[in-house]
């Protein structure tokens, strides 16, 4: 162990040399002591610096008394001192040590042993002390400069302690808060919850809390913050106080509100669309219905009886009359994709792609269609939903075939936390630059004459794509086959959560 140096400040030799003789005699532990006479020969060591401890005799000829101690303390804050003190000036020697001195030995009452301990602890107490206020000014740096809002709390509820990004949230200074509780603060409407959990941390009931709640900021607008909290206990397990971390969460308030604004006026117009389309089913089917039937009864009736122009306007009519029955139809089902969704459920997609073929069989028969897919997997979804989109898709597939014999493939691919599903075809394909019109509802791309259809079935399909938390879009050129892909999510299967 390396020797500890000590510095000697006394001016009677005599006292200097006994304890030199004292120190030698010391076994366990070496000392080097360096002697000075004066006080000003004894900073003049100290700013040499190496000095591990000091003995100091407060009454020097160039110096007295308290002012000797704390000259100094104040050139050497960071060495050690024990005072050195005749009878008389104990007194004095106790008062430097409230002052920081780290003890103090009475002349002609020590020995060696005596002094070494001493002169050891002063050393260790030092260092701990240090350590302390380093990690004390460590945390207050922290608490003080924090990004986010952090207070200390009394028991009473009392702000003991708060930064600055605290203040800057609610709108009070330092020393304007200290002088309030946290429930002058508090919204009204939130004290009597936050308080029940304050009483219950208190009585240790929880060990802590998380709370969303408002502070009536200085301006009187309401500030909102999430309130974490926890206590401190001493020794004998009594609360001292609660530490508090305090975020300002307004803006996200602001925006989650907007959200639910905005949420609750799309289910309103929602709501109206699917009034709007029950009715039009409904009551407008009901007299198109009769235009039908009494057109048709003329035809029927009068049949030879009118010219060849009256026959064919009765059809125009016929058929004017059936295609609005399909679209209103067609709306209908658009409208309920929502409303009238089932839960999601395990759905194996291989099963929903063979029903599918089921329903399709006639067509596919039809247009010799080969159709091929790589295994696809079991998916969170509404099955009837996830059906009509392999219908819709397939079916077009089928219906905008070009010459060449037909071919479909359906495949899945995991990519990530979703599903990728694609539907490709070798037929008449689509220009990219309307790759994204076709999925608007009654969008097409081809008179009736030429291909059959009210342009509703894509329309469909994204908005049960989307339901399902999904995308879907298409790829492919104009003479050269398309592909529509689709994801559905590979977990959960609910609806996505909104994150922001
Ligand atoms: P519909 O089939 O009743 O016209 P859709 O919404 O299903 O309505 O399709 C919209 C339009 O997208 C179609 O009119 C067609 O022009 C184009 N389309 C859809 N699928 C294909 C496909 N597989 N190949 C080429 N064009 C397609």
Known sequence: MAPVKMLLIEDDPGDADLLWELLSEEKHFAFVVEWADRLKKGLTYLAQGGIDVVLLDLSLPDSHGMTTFT???IHAPNVPIVVLTGFDDETLALEAVRLGAQDYLVKGQVDGKMIARVARYAIERKRAEEALRESEARFRSAFDHAAIGMALVATDGRWLKVNSAFCETVGFTESELLRMTFQDLTHPDDLPTNLGYFYQLLSGDLQYYHLEKRYVHKLGHDVWVRDSASVVWNVQQQPLYIVAQIQDITRRKHVEEELAHRLEELARSNTELEQ???VASHDLQEPLRMVASYTQLLERRYKGRLDDDASEFIGYAVDGVMRMQQLINDLLSYARVGKRGKQFEPTNCETVLADTLVDLQAAVKESNARITHDPLPTVMADAPQLRQVFQNLIGNAIKFRSNAPLHIHVSAVRQGAEWVFSVRDNGIG?????????????QRLHGREQYMGTGIGLAICKKIVERHGGRIWVEGQSGQGST????????????PRMIW
């Open 276 to 278: 709007f389309a029950y």
């Open 430 to 442: 689509i220009d990219a630059e309307y790759a994204e019109r076709i999925f608007i509802i009654f």
């Open 71 to 73: 000259t100094v303390n």
């Open 484 to 495: 529509f892909y689709f994801t559905i999510p590979a977990t959960g299967g609910q609806r």
